[in-house]
């Protein structure tokens, strides 16, 4: 064992650069990095710079290292699609080979047998972003007394159900999600993920609650994690990393309320004496920002990272590794709403380093899965994808 524990920090969406094929989803030319880079000026982000965050990709308003520390290139990804989930489950290790189902709408059918099982009547059923739909249909759903609920989708895999904490209440919703969750495990209408979308009415705007929940499908096989788990090593899964999973592979699991919360969370961690993989999702930069097509407040989400990262990279022990990445990109500046085919970046930093160097570009997220197996004297599963870089780390 190289490292005792490993600390991987998903950043969501931080893409840096069009993939090779970006061109079959729409996405030529994005680039979530260089364009946030362009709408920051001065842009105030020292260690992912020191971390080679600018020798992966040259910036233009943030101050370059010149001499960065650790390891730093591109991934990338060689599952189809460019959604939350794939990202995820290729890093440790799955390769998916059929994209998850998206709507622009659901079918009459599904919503009838919702409405049926549930007893709601649905209201919205489109694709919109989550502020749009609140604004839009809040107040009907409210004055229905809990007769209606709002039912919309994104051009993610997803189905998502707002409800009112006060008068629908967060045990009807999650009940009806669940609902939600078992209707779609048919074929035809399997989307990845069903997210209860809770939210308030203070002072006439509409405030989504940190009370998100997300009802996903299992992976396909098992994981990384799952070898891990059933080793006896811990895997502490912060922000949504448990519900990507579906709770495989996981032995505990905290909620984030947002990416500061995600980062003090694991400074937390930190100050535990585990053996094992800290794997943390940081959601805020895709769904605040990159979503919402804004670069500016993306930058200062970045910027506030920036700080708390100094923090866990002063807590550091000799024998931690820490894996910065990201799943995807979603680029503020692209048309659109939807997530972007990127390159993701991966930086590999530990104390106990005597060199740095820059990687070669990966052809799989599983790069880091299967490095930490190999850390830990695992082997990867017949149906893992992705290598180890552990000897190139010295």
Same mark, same amino acid.
């Given at each position: 064992?190289?490292?005792?524990?490993?600390?991987?920090?998903?950043?969501?969406?931080?893409?840096?650069?069009?993939?090779?094929?970006?061109?079959?989803?729409?996405?030529?030319?994005?680039?979530?990095?260089?364009?946030?880079?362009?709408?920051?000026? /001065?842009?105030?982000?020292?260690?992912?710079?020191?971390?080679?965050?600018?020798?992966?990709?040259?910036?233009?308003?943030?101050?370059?290292?010149? +001499? /960065?520390?650790?390891?730093?290139?591109?991934?990338?990804?060689?599952?189809?699609?460019?959604?939350?989930?794939?990202?995820?489950?290729?890093?440790? %290790?799955?390769?998916?080979?059929?994209?998850?189902?998206?709507?622009?709408?659901? /079918?009459?059918?599904?919503?009838?047998?919702?409405? @049926?099982?549930? %007893?709601?009547?649905?209201?919205?059923?489109?694709?919109?972003?989550?502020?749009?739909?609140?604004?839009?249909?809040?107040?009907?759903?409210?004055?229905?007394?809990?007769?209606?609920?709002?039912?919309?989708?994104?051009?993610?895999?997803?189905?998502?159900?707002?409800?009112?904490?006060?008068?629908?209440?967060?045990?009807?919703?999650?009940?009806?999600?669940?609902?939600?969750?078992?209707? @779609?495990?048919?074929?035809?209408?399997?989307? *990845?993920?069903?997210?209860?979308?809770?939210?308030?009415?203070?002072? *006439?705007?509409?405030?989504?609650? &940190?009370?998100?929940?997300?009802?996903?499908?299992?992976?396909?096989?098992?994981?990384?994690?799952?070898?891990?788990?059933?080793?006896?090593?811990?895997?502490?899964?912060?922000?949504?990393?448990?519900?990507?999973?579906?709770?495989?592979?996981?032995?505990?699991?905290?909620? &984030?309320?947002?990416?500061? +919360?995600?980062?003090?969370?694991?400074?937390?961690?930190?100050?535990?004496? =585990?053996?094992?993989?800290? =794997?943390?999702?940081?959601?805020? =930069?895709?769904?605040?920002?990159?979503?919402?097509?804004?670069?500016?407040?993306?930058?200062?989400?970045?910027?506030?990272?920036?700080?708390?990262?100094?923090?866990?990279?002063?807590?550091?022990?000799?024998?931690?590794?820490?894996?910065?990445?990201?799943? +995807?990109?979603?680029?503020?500046? +692209?048309?659109?709403?939807?997530?972007?085919?990127?390159?993701?970046?991966?930086?590999?930093? &530990?104390?106990?380093?005597?060199?740095?160097?820059?990687?070669?570009?990966?052809?799989?997220?599983?790069?880091? *899965?299967?490095?930490?197996?190999?850390?830990?004297?695992?082997? /990867?599963?017949?149906?893992?994808?992705?290598?180890?870089?552990?000897?190139?780390?010295?």
């Amino acid at each position: 064992m190289k490292y005792k524990r490993i600390f991987t920090i998903v950043i969501d969406s931080f893409g840096v650069g069009a993939m090779y094929n970006a061109k079959e989803y729409g996405d030529e030319g994005t680039n979530t990095f260089a364009h946030i880079d362009q709408n920051m000026n /001065p842009f105030m982000i020292p260690n992912l710079m020191k971390l080679g965050l600018g020798q992966i990709q040259k910036s233009v308003h943030a101050q370059i290292d010149e +001499h /960065p520390m650790g390891y730093y290139g591109k991934m990338n990804e060689l599952s189809v699609g460019k959604d939350t989930m794939t990202g995820h489950w290729e890093m440790m %290790g799955l390769h998916i080979t059929e994209p998850f189902i998206t709507f622009e709408h659901f /079918p009459d059918e599904l919503i009838h047998e919702l409405e @049926t099982k549930t %007893g709601h009547i649905v209201i919205g059923n489109k694709a919109s972003s989550g502020t749009q739909i609140l604004e839009e249909l809040a107040d009907e759903e409210i004055n229905s007394n809990s007769k209606k609920m709002i039912v919309y989708t994104s051009a993610d895999s997803v189905l998502q159900i707002c409800g009112n904490e006060q008068t629908m209440g967060l045990d009807e919703l999650y009940r009806c999600c669940q609902i939600a969750r078992d209707i @779609t495990m048919k074929p035809e209408w399997k989307v *990845g993920r069903i997210i209860a979308r809770p939210y308030v009415k203070e002072n *006439g705007k509409f405030i989504r609650t &940190s009370n998100r929940h997300d009802y996903a499908l299992s992976p396909i096989g098992k994981t990384a994690l799952d070898v891990l788990k059933e080793n006896d090593f811990d895997v502490i899964g912060i922000g949504k990393i448990n519900d990507i999973f579906n709770g495989h592979g996981i032995s505990e699991s905290l909620h &984030s309320n947002s990416s500061v +919360h995600g980062m003090e969370q694991t400074l937390e961690i930190m100050k535990k004496d =585990f053996t094992g993989l800290c =794997f943390v999702n940081l959601v805020d =930069f895709d769904a605040k920002w990159g979503h919402r097509r804004n670069p500016i407040g993306y930058g200062k989400e970045l910027e506030s990272f920036d700080v708390l990262l100094g923090q866990v990279l002063n807590d550091l022990r000799d024998d931690d590794l820490l894996i910065i990445t990201a799943d +995807h990109g979603n680029d503020p500046c +692209h048309t659109g709403t939807d997530h972007t085919k990127e390159m993701v970046p991966l930086m590999v930093y &530990s104390k106990s380093m005597v060199a740095s160097n820059a990687l070669p570009i990966q052809d799989s997220f599983g790069t880091i *899965g299967m490095t930490i197996l190999d850390n830990f004297g695992l082997k /990867p599963l017949k149906n893992h994808v992705g290598h180890s870089i552990l000897n190139n780390l010295m």
